[in-house]
């Protein structure tokens, strides 16, 4: 009865407390026993209207908390209908705002939960009355207000909606410093729509201001953030302080929830960004386990499900091109395809899912760029991926990529990106299929994305490189307009290096082909340049090997156009620079600074700090990454002096001719545009061509011979009779040729790409006629920088040898093993260590190493062909002292002999890193380094040792001559088994 005064009591007083203790607890069944209270008291008709209207409220706020946490639009609907009956009536303006303001949140769950548009109408009614009132505090309104408009612009992403809430949420902040969280939504959203790199840093520096605030929330925005801007400026410290601030929320959660799962799924996008930007298998394996912690816990939401699906997809697919395991990219499939089923309708966020799925598909589908993958010369010839022309694949990725650009409209920032993949896979598809309505469609979607980012230098390098493409492979555009899309791609410093390689490489490519030679040498020198940033000082080695195997004869390329432009000495340069870059940077560190410690002793000391923390540091990426900045920074202010402007750097030809006072340096380039010898001498550069060496014929040689080599094969000594003689009459005949009446006592060896598997040294005509070994003594080298560090001086070593001997490895035994190295210790001539089978333990080995001036080793060497730095040589218990560890502890001394199998052979991914055993022992600061390039006769080592050691005698300056001793023992083993090349041309010299 209306006219009745009955109070709402204590027991109205109890329900609400209970429903707002739930609400914080997230106690659904504590707010269901509120709500059964209130429905309770409502039945009561003895309410005033005033108290009636209080109970309704607390009803409608009791539904809102429980639609909260069941996500049921029908407590939403029910929560509305009850707080507009609330507004029935008088009240006082206070109470009406309120109620207005919990009426305008329960039409914004209506629709979030799957009502029509016609809901945030509703609620837009309602705060435009609660305005009018002018009696809540301006920062309760502006909260409101925001709110909202976030979600009219997820339904209609018209970015002039946000505008009026950014500056009122902005205004409001000395009020409430809270609104802070809702300004940091709305500005992401914009920031995501413009990619305005202002809008950026704003957003960034109001996270870091709401740290104190609250430090979940705002370190979970400040991660989204960092990333955000650094998809804008691709400066990979934003992605550090992403993966930092990601944790830190993720840290701060106590018990496991949805927004948790999406704080880790962020946190493995960023580490799976950061992997892409640095390429270190630290962050991939980071990321992985956080994926799997993340999907241990249940996500309620659908909408937060999904995010979290397709951001752990991302990092599985990131695994499955780093390690070509199938089983991760079978998890990235399962996971972007539960995404797409976790969120319906249109919109940008289904578009990402959609697009995710088709790049997931064109992961899978042949790479037909035409370059050459030298990952053919595996045994068995396999290829890492298949051609195939099966178009139901990619024919599935380009409907689903057609579907995202569709559901983003004009205008949107991401469209752009978007149209970009789809061009990529329609060309793709036109190189399968010749279908001319693909590609003419490719070059009108990469032209509009071009249009579209013409302001916004990553993205559109991106689309000038991928349009450039498409003109080419139409074939209807002048060849000056791509070249001009890619050299605007090639110089955008905010672009990813590959996409600046690619752009550089293909421009290159295009003027050889249209016979421009000298313009060809600009790009190639770009591409040269860039391809050594895809490393850097303090990079996983293994890490740098995969980015670089991408690129392969990149160095041969540039220096084969050189020559071709008769720069031979440019040639020179290039290659020095583009080759064995890994070792230079170990060079680097390990570097003698005496003269920049004479001339500028204050950088000389700073530089030093710098070398030994990053050698001391662990596997912080960020970190390393830092003192790596700090080295690069400091090197180049120190190469502005004059005295030093080529500190640490690439050797120039004037250099190189230097370093031939002893002999001739023979470099063999081998390019798909030509195969030439460059022979320097202090004279100057000659250029021999070497016609019939070229890259087809070069390619089916290596081939054969690895085959032949490793497989052990019952044709090895015939294949190898004719690769002798091969190599004899196109490489090695031609070299002397040029030398003419200078033919030397002694030649270096300078060997590029897959030549450098080869036995140069041994090469002689199959008719018994004289041949290299008759003629010169050879000698090796990586790159002449490594040549240069063989022959620096260093500090002197007491006259010491250590012996490792290892043959009792189960079912590897080496029954010579033990012989051979009783004979080295009984021969030599200085105080002999002798570590056998259990004593050589790794450590035991690198620190005898750091002691001794000699070392000898007898042992099985492991070769891992795709992943070099793997390789190395078995020890005590089987344990592997590989290339990696060797790198990582640098040692040195006067001659190393690796009586080992595969000491000498580079892996087939990286040729030019030159990432053998023989080279880490050069590069450490061994002077003189015998090894190996197929595996060694255990019994013949015993006698080719003991001949070698009695052949040794002392140079000049009381360096061992090592090649003498060498030359004279394989030309010794020849003599006694002329038919069996496999036991005498597989022992090589390097070094001084």
């Given at each position: 009865?209306?006219?009745?005064?009955?109070?709402?009591?204590?027991?109205?007083?109890?329900?609400?407390?209970?429903?707002?203790r739930?609400?914080?607890?997230?106690?659904?069944?504590?707010?269901?026993?509120g709500?059964?209270?209130?429905?309770?008291?409502?039945?009561?008709?003895?309410?005033?209207?005033?108290?009636?209207?209080?109970?309704?409220?607390?009803?409608?706020?009791?539904?809102?908390?429980?639609?909260?946490?069941?996500?049921?639009?029908?407590?939403?609907i029910?929560?509305?209908?009850?707080?507009?009956?609330?507004?029935?009536?008088?009240?006082?303006?206070?109470f009406?705002?309120?109620?207005?303001?919990?009426?305008?949140?329960?039409?914004?769950?209506?629709?979030?939960?799957?009502?029509?548009?016609?809901?945030?109408?509703?609620?837009?009614?309602?705060?435009?009355?609660?305005?009018?009132?002018?009696?809540?505090?301006?920062?309760?309104?502006?909260?409101?207000?925001?709110?909202?408009?976030?979600?009219?612009?997820?339904?209609?992403?018209?970015?002039?909606?946000?505008?009026?809430?950014?500056?009122?949420?902005?205004?409001?902040?000395?009020?409430?410093?809270?609104?802070?969280?809702?300004l940091?939504?709305?500005?992401?959203?914009?920031?995501?729509?413009?990619?305005?790199l202002?809008?950026?840093?704003?957003?960034?520096?109001?996270?870091?201001?709401?740290?104190?605030?609250?430090?979940?929330?705002?370190?979970?925005?400040?991660?989204?953030?960092?990333?955000?801007?650094?998809?804008?400026?691709?400066?990979?410290?934003?992605?550090?302080?992403?993966?930092s601030?990601?944790?830190?929320?993720?840290?701060?959660?106590?018990?496991?929830?949805?927004?948790?799962?999406?704080?880790?799924?962020?946190?493995?996008?960023?580490?799976?960004?950061?992997?892409?930007?640095?390429?270190?298998?630290?962050?991939?394996?980071?990321?992985?386990?956080?994926?799997e912690?993340?999907?241990?816990?249940?996500?309620?939401?659908?909408?937060?499900?999904?995010?979290v699906?397709?951001?752990?997809?991302?990092?599985?697919?990131?695994?499955?091109?780093?390690?070509?395991?199938?089983?991760?990219?079978?998890?990235?499939?399962?996971?972007?395809?539960?995404?797409?089923?976790?969120?319906?309708?249109?919109?940008?966020?289904?578009?990402?899912?959609?697009?995710?799925?088709?790049?997931?598909?064109?992961?899978?589908?042949?790479?037909?760029?035409g370059?050459?993958?030298?990952?053919?010369?595996?045994?068995?010839?396999?290829?890492?991926?298949?051609?195939?022309?099966?178009?139901?694949?990619?024919?599935?990725?380009?409907?689903?990529?057609?579907?995202?650009?569709?559901?983003?409209?004009?205008?949107?920032?991401?469209?752009?990106?978007y149209?970009?993949?789809?061009?990529?896979?329609?060309?793709?598809?036109?190189?399968?299929?010749?279908?001319?309505?693909?590609?003419?469609?490719?070059?009108?979607?990469?032209?509009?994305?071009?249009?579209?980012?013409?302001?916004?230098?990553?993205e559109?390098?991106?689309?000038?490189?991928?349009?450039?493409?498409?003109?080419?492979?139409?074939?209807?555009?002048?060849?000056?307009?791509?070249?001009?899309?890619?050299?605007?791609?090639?110089?955008?410093?905010?672009?990813?290096?590959?996409?600046?390689?690619?752009?550089?490489?293909?421009?290159?490519?295009?003027?050889?082909?249209?016979?421009?030679?000298?313009?060809?040498?600009?790009?190639?020198?770009?591409?040269?340049?860039?391809?050594?940033?895809?490393?850097?000082?303090?990079?996983?080695?293994?890490?740098?090997?995969?980015?670089?195997?991408?690129w392969?004869?990149?160095?041969?390329?540039?220096?084969a156009?050189?020559?071709?432009?008769?720069?031979?000495?440019?040639a020179?340069?290039?290659?020095?620079?583009?080759?064995?870059?890994?070792?230079?940077?170990?060079?680097?560190?390990?570097?003698?600074?005496?003269?920049?410690?004479?001339?500028?002793?204050?950088?000389?000391?700073?530089?030093?700090?710098?070398?030994?923390?990053?050698?001391?540091?662990?596997?912080?990426?960020?970190?390393?990454?830092?003192?790596?900045?700090?080295?690069?920074?400091?090197?180049?202010?120190?190469?502005?002096?004059?005295?030093?402007?080529?500190f640490?750097?690439?050797?120039?030809a004037?250099?190189?001719?230097?370093?031939?006072?002893?002999?001739?340096?023979?470099?063999?380039?081998a390019?798909?545009?030509?195969?030439?010898?460059?022979?320097?001498?202090?004279?100057?550069?000659?250029?021999?061509?070497?016609?019939d060496?070229?890259?087809?014929?070069?390619?089916r040689?290596?081939?054969?011979?690895?085959v032949?080599?490793?497989?052990?094969?019952?044709?090895?000594?015939?294949?190898?009779?004719?690769?002798?003689?091969?190599?004899?009459?196109?490489?090695?005949?031609?070299?002397?040729?040029?030398?003419g009446?200078?033919?030397?006592?002694?030649?270096?060896?300078?060997?590029?790409?897959?030549?450098?598997?080869?036995?140069?040294?041994?090469?002689?005509?199959?008719?018994?006629?004289?041949?290299?070994?008759?003629?010169?003594?050879?000698?090796?080298?990586?790159?002449?920088?490594?040549?240069?560090?063989?022959?620096?001086?260093?500090?002197?070593?007491?006259?010491?040898?250590?012996?490792?001997?290892?043959?009792?490895?189960?079912?590897?035994?080496?029954?010579?093993?033990?012989?051979?190295?009783?004979?080295?210790?009984?021969?030599?001539?200085?105080?002999?260590?002798?570590?056998?089978?259990?004593?050589?333990?790794?450590?035991?080995?690198?620190?005898?190493?750091?002691?001794?001036s000699?070392?000898?080793?007898?042992?099985?060497?492991?070769?891992?062909?795709?992943?070099?730095?793997?390789?190395?040589?078995?020890?005590?218990?089987?344990?592997?002292?590989?290339?990696?560890?060797?790198?990582?502890?640098?040692?040195?001394?006067?001659?190393?002999?690796?009586?080992?199998?595969?000491?000498?052979?580079?892996?087939?991914?990286?040729?030019?890193?030159?990432?053998?055993?023989?080279?880490?022992?050069?590069?450490?600061?061994?002077?003189?380094?015998?090894?190996?390039?197929?595996?060694?006769?255990?019994?013949?080592?015993?006698?080719?040792?003991?001949?070698f050691?009695?052949?040794?005698?002392?140079?000049?300056?009381?360096?061992?001559?090592?090649?003498?001793?060498?030359?004279?023992?394989?030309?010794?083993?020849?003599?006694?088994?002329?038919?069996?090349?496999?036991?005498?041309?597989?022992?090589?010299?390097?070094g001084?």
């Amino acid at each position: 009865m209306a006219g009745q005064s009955i109070e709402p009591g204590e027991r109205a007083l109890a329900a609400r407390q209970i429903i707002e203790r739930g609400g914080k607890e997230r106690d659904l069944p504590r707010i269901d026993q509120g709500i059964a209270e209130l429905r309770a008291l409502l039945k009561n008709d003895g309410w005033t209207d005033e108290a009636r209207a209080v109970l309704l409220a607390d009803l409608g706020e009791g539904l809102i908390e429980r639609s909260e946490l069941t996500r049921s639009r029908k407590d939403a609907i029910e929560a509305a209908g009850v707080l507009r009956e609330s507004l029935n009536g008088e009240m006082d303006e206070d109470f009406r705002a309120f109620r207005l303001w919990q009426l305008n949140l329960a039409h914004q769950r209506c629709y979030e939960f799957g009502g029509p548009v016609s809901e945030l109408e509703a609620a837009d009614l309602a705060l435009r009355k609660l305005q009018e009132l002018d009696a809540m505090p301006p920062a309760m309104v502006a909260s409101a207000v925001g709110l909202l408009r976030g979600e009219w612009y997820a339904a209609f992403r018209d970015v002039s909606l946000l505008n009026p809430a950014i500056d009122l949420l902005a205004e409001s902040l000395q009020e409430d410093p809270s609104n802070g969280i809702i300004l940091a939504h709305l500005l992401q959203y914009r920031v995501e729509h413009l990619r305005r790199l202002e809008d950026s840093d704003s957003l960034v520096e109001l996270c870091r201001s709401l740290l104190p605030v609250d430090l979940r929330t705002a370190s979970f925005f400040l991660g989204s953030a960092c990333r955000l801007r650094y998809d804008i400026t691709r400066q990979p410290e934003d992605l550090d302080a992403s993966v930092s601030a990601f944790r830190t929320a993720i840290d701060l959660y106590p018990e496991p929830e949805d927004e948790q799962a999406m704080a880790m799924s962020m946190l493995v996008r960023s580490l799976a960004a950061r992997f892409e930007h640095r390429g270190q298998q630290h962050d991939l394996t980071e990321a992985l386990g956080v994926a799997e912690r993340a999907r241990t816990i249940p996500v309620e939401d659908p909408a937060t499900r999904a995010g979290v699906e397709t951001n752990l997809a991302l990092a599985y697919t990131a695994a499955h091109e780093r390690t070509r395991d199938v089983e991760h990219a079978r998890q990235a499939e399962r996971l972007h395809r539960a995404a797409l089923t976790g969120i319906g309708g249109g919109g940008p966020e289904r578009a990402a899912l959609v697009m995710n799925m088709a790049a997931e598909i064109v992961e899978s589908v042949a790479d037909t760029n035409g370059e050459e993958n030298t990952s053919a010369l595996r045994p068995g010839l396999r290829q890492r991926r298949a051609k195939r022309r099966d178009t139901r694949q990619i024919d599935e990725a380009v409907r689903l990529a057609r579907e995202a650009v569709d559901m983003l409209p004009v205008g949107y920032q991401e469209r752009a990106v978007y149209q970009c993949s789809l061009s990529s896979m329609l060309v793709r598809r036109h190189e399968l299929t010749g279908r001319t309505e693909d590609i003419t469609e490719a070059v009108r979607l990469a032209r509009e994305a071009a249009d579209a980012t013409r302001d916004r230098g990553a993205e559109n390098a991106r689309a000038s490189t991928v349009l450039g493409y498409a003109l080419q492979r139409e074939g209807r555009a002048p060849t000056s307009e791509i070249i001009a899309l890619w050299r605007v791609a090639g110089a955008e410093t905010s672009a990813r290096t590959e996409v600046r390689l690619m752009a550089c490489r293909m421009w290159a490519h295009a003027l050889m082909k249209s016979d421009n030679i000298p313009a060809a040498l600009e790009p190639y020198t770009a591409a040269v340049d860039l391809f050594t940033e895809l490393t850097w000082a303090g990079s996983a080695a293994e890490d740098s090997e995969h980015r670089m195997a991408n690129w392969p004869h990149l160095a041969n390329d540039a220096a084969a156009c050189a020559i071709a432009a008769d720069q031979p000495e440019r040639a020179l340069e290039l290659l020095e620079r583009g080759r064995a870059v890994l070792w230079s940077q170990t060079l680097h560190l390990n570097g003698d600074l005496a003269d920049l410690h004479d001339q500028r002793p204050a950088a000389a000391i700073k530089l030093q700090q710098l070398f030994g923390e990053l050698r001391a540091d662990g596997g912080d990426v960020a970190r390393r990454a830092a003192l790596s900045d700090q080295i690069t920074a400091l090197v180049g202010e120190i190469r502005t002096d004059p005295r030093f402007t080529d500190f640490l750097g690439t050797p120039s030809a004037s250099t190189i001719r230097d370093a031939t006072a002893d002999g001739p340096i023979v470099v063999i380039n081998a390019s798909r545009w030509r195969c030439d010898a460059l022979v320097v001498t202090p004279a100057g550069v000659e250029v021999v061509p070497l016609p019939d060496a070229g890259a087809a014929e070069l390619v089916r040689r290596a081939r054969q011979h690895l085959v032949s080599v490793l497989e052990e094969a019952r044709s090895m000594e015939r294949d190898l009779t004719d690769l002798l003689d091969w190599l004899w009459h196109a490489v090695g005949r031609p070299v002397l040729g040029a030398l003419g009446g200078n033919r030397p006592g002694r030649l270096w060896w300078c060997p590029t790409g897959l030549f450098a598997m080869l036995p140069l040294h041994a090469a002689q005509p199959r008719d018994g006629s004289p041949g290299m070994l008759d003629r010169v003594v050879s000698s090796y080298t990586p790159t002449v920088a490594a040549l240069r560090h063989s022959r620096a001086p260093r500090p002197a070593k007491p006259a010491s040898l250590v012996v490792v001997s290892v043959g009792d490895l189960p079912r590897q035994e080496l029954k010579g093993a033990k012989a051979e190295a009783a004979a080295v210790v009984s021969g030599a001539d200085r105080p002999s260590e002798w570590l056998d089978s259990s004593e050589a333990t790794p450590a035991a080995v690198l620190a005898a190493l750091t002691r001794a001036s000699w070392s000898h080793f007898c042992c099985h060497g492991i070769v891992h062909l795709e992943k070099p730095s793997s390789s190395g040589l078995l020890l005590a218990g089987g344990e592997m002292l590989s290339v990696a560890r060797l790198r990582a502890a640098p040692t040195s001394g006067e001659f190393a002999f690796l009586s080992a199998c595969h000491t000498a052979l580079a892996g087939v991914a990286n040729t030019d890193e030159a990432i053998t055993l023989t080279a880490a022992l050069q590069y450490a600061g061994w002077r003189q380094v015998v090894g190996t390039l197929w595996p060694l006769d255990d019994a013949i080592a015993v006698d080719l040792t003991k001949r070698f050691y009695e052949q040794l005698d002392r140079r000049a300056d009381g360096a061992p001559d090592a090649e003498t001793a060498l030359h004279r023992s394989i030309r010794w083993l020849r003599e006694t088994r002329p038919d069996q090349p496999s036991l005498w041309a597989n022992l090589i010299h390097f070094g001084a």
